[in-house]
């Protein structure tokens, strides 16, 4: 509600439907190695885009000294080479972390329930 609205504009009437059921139960354990997967995922992003301008600027300042349009090219190729390595590593990585997301596995020393 903000602070123009004087009241809820969604109208309920208070009942709860008994077909629609969410069950949140994790094993004991994996909702720690679910908070580790998300962090390491937030870890992994932050990494990944610094690391990408790090050579979009280096890039740049190549491109800035080149001498000539050959020079220029190469300079270009090796970007576009190295961004779709870079990504195809990045995405490789990004599914196994998504996988322990979905699937969370205790750690060794974490007793299995």
């Known amino acids: 509600m903000n602070m123009i609205a004087t009241k809820d504009r969604l109208e309920t009437d208070g009942t709860t439907d008994r077909d629609f059921h969410i069950r949140w139960t994790l094993e004991p354990f994996a909702a720690t190695a679910m908070l580790d997967a998300w962090l390491d995922y937030g870890d992994e992003m ?45 995405a490789g990585r990004v599914s196994e972390l998504t996988q322990r997301l979905f699937f969370p596995q205790p750690a060794a020393d974490q007793p299995k329930t």
């Open 46 to 90: 932050q990494s990944f885009y610094a690391d990408r301008i790090r050579e979009d600027v280096a890039t740049q300042h190549q491109l800035l000294h080149c001498k000539s349009p050959v020079e220029m090219l190469q300079i270009q190729a090796g970007f576009f080479r190295k961004a779709v390595a870079d990504y195809r590593m990045h």
